[in-house]
């Protein structure tokens, strides 16, 4: 999940594993969600984005779950790849355009 | 399409100096964001352009920075004077309408001094 302090929660899978990477929020009013992955020298790319009025939505190798009573958002990968290693972020946006991103979490997929 | 272009990648300047970042954005792009990131705090939004025109900064740290959008297809995001707290990775990012999804530059590292 996401965190505080000066160190990025990492979480190590084999290849071939599902990896679920949790984020919690904290705005209520935040309508739409989106997760970001960022591999190492690079920008933030778009992986996938769900609206409020949902609570699943499916990319391809990808699943994004929101559950809004705990304010509480997940990322599922399938069938993990060593490619997929690098930083996910989740961002939350209400209102504005701006989206308030969390801190990060590393995945590392071991061959 | 080439996507968000920044430059320079890398920067490495002294204390004092004044360093200047550029970003182009996505052509046909009328929204355009620059965040910083350090481990420390994330990702932060600095400054939020639609149309050329500025219209969230809360998130610019101090007067040093300053950022400027003279036209659709360029951007500025100025220091003067560096310090070595400004050190961190400065993104740029650009989509059609300021709502729909970002796409990100591959960032400056800038390192002071």
């Known amino acids: 999940g996401e965190s505080v302090g000066l160190h990025l929660p990492t979480l190590s899978v084999q290849e071939g594993d599902n990896s679920i990477i949790n984020c919690a929020y904290s705005n209520s009013a935040s309508d739409y969600f989106i997760w970001y992955k960022q591999e190492s020298g690079k920008g933030p790319q778009f992986i996938i984005d769900?609206?409020?009025?949902?609570d699943k939505r499916q990319g391809q190798r990808v699943t994004v779950l929101l559950n809004k009573t705990v304010k509480h958002l997940s990322l599922q990968i399938a069938a993990t790849q060593p490619g997929d290693s690098a930083v996910y972020f989740c961002a939350e946006r209400g209102g504005s355009y701006i989206p308030t991103f969390g801190r990060g979490t590393s995945l590392i997929v071991h061959p | 399409d080439a996507g968000v272009i920044q430059s320079p990648r890398h920067e490495v300047t002294e204390m004092g100096q004044e360093v200047t970042l550029r970003c182009k954005p996505i052509?046909?792009?009328?929204?355009l964001f620059w965040y910083r990131q350090t481990m420390m705090r994330g990702l932060e939004l600095l400054i939020y352009?639609?149309?050329?025109?500025?219209?969230?900064d809360s998130g610019m740290p101090e007067d040093r920075f300053s950022a400027k959008m003279p036209n659709a297809s360029f951007s500025t995001l100025k220091i003067q004077p560096s310090e070595p707290r400004d050190s961190a990775v400065y993104f740029c990012?650009?989509?059609?309408?300021?709502?729909?999804?970002?796409?990100f530059g591959p960032g400056t590292r800038l390192t002071v001094l």
């Open positions: 769900i609206r409020s009025n949902m």
């Open positions: 052509s046909g792009h009328n929204s």
């Open positions: 352009f639609n149309n050329n025109v500025p219209i969230d």
């Open positions: 990012a650009s989509s059609l309408m300021g709502d729909d999804e970002q796409f």
